[in-house]
């Protein structure tokens, strides 16, 4: 009765900026956290970052500057903002939303940086 669809993917060139975004439907009746985590080819899927309802963030310590989080809780939404892309940046990344006290996930959306 949940879903998470992303979108804003594609292919930039290194320096470049993307904005991923990710919106939550369905039976919804509490969403606590929403963010985004990121799987690269032989990785496991890491965290990038995170937002809670109150608007506190977390973000992965090498990714901190260069992406920004933010959420409307008004929209059931969160996005990504993503500047000065590298090609290490590279991967599936995933939107993730704790709803109704349960752990829910986007199909993932692919993110090429190309040099």
């Known amino acids: 009765q949940v879903q998470l669809v992303e979108s804003g993917g594609g292919l930039v060139q290194a320096g470049g900026s993307l904005r991923l975004s990710c919106a939550a439907s369905?039976?919804?009746?509490?969403?606590?956290?929403m963010g985004w985590y990121r799987q690269a080819p032989g990785k496991q899927r890491d965290l990038v970052s995170i937002?809670?309802?109150?608007?506190?963030?977390k973000y992965a310590e090498s990714l901190e500057g260069r992406f920004t989080i933010s959420r409307d809780s008004a929209k059931n939404t969160v996005s990504l903002q993503m500047d000065s892309l590298k090609p290490e940046d590279t991967a599936v990344y995933y939107c993730?939303?704790?709803?109704?006290?349960?752990?829910?996930w986007g199909q993932g959306t692919q993110v090429t940086v190309s040099s």
């Open positions: 369905g039976n919804i009746f509490r969403i606590y956290t």
């Open positions: 937002i809670t309802k109150e608007g506190g963030t």
């Open positions: 993730y939303a704790d709803i109704n006290w349960r752990d829910h």
